[in-house]
């Protein structure tokens, strides 16, 4: 029924870009906050770039200018630009679609993988 579908990662040379896309579909509950996390080596998933409700913008501090997240005012979709990538920027990217609104509803894609070579 609910799909969340992320593209766009691959291997870049540090320095590189590269553009992450993800859509949100078959969701029982409207939403309203879209964002990208990073799952760490460590297994800990953590904050990239959101966007919540209204179209306010939220960065990680390690991120903020290199990374950009933008979002298709008409459907579930969300993109994350990335440029002047770094070697710590690399883990597997994971979208997550949700409304605070609606307790318990949070949905996860499967994720894409981000590699940065030094």
């Known amino acids: 029924q609910v799909q969340v579908v992320e593209s766009g990662g691959g291997l870049v040379q540090a320095g590189g870009s590269l553009r992450l896309s993800c859509a949100a579909s078959?969701?029982?509950?409207?939403?309203?906050?879209m964002g990208w996390y990073r799952q760490t080596l460590g297994n800990q998933r953590v904050l990239v770039a959101t966007?919540?409700?209204?179209?306010?913008?939220i960065y990680a501090d390690s991120v903020k200018g290199r990374l950009t997240v933008s979002k298709d005012n008409l459907q579930n979709k969300i993109a994350l630009q990335m440029n002047s990538l770094k070697a710590e920027n690399t883990g597997v990217y994971y979208c997550?679609?949700?409304?605070?609104?609606?307790?318990?509803?949070?949905?996860w894609g499967q994720g894409t993988q981000v590699t940065v070579s030094s």
């Open positions: 997550s679609a949700d409304n605070p609104s609606y307790k318990g509803c949070q949905y």
């Open positions: 078959g969701t029982v509950f409207p939403i309203s906050d």
């Open positions: 966007i919540i409700r209204g179209g306010r913008t």
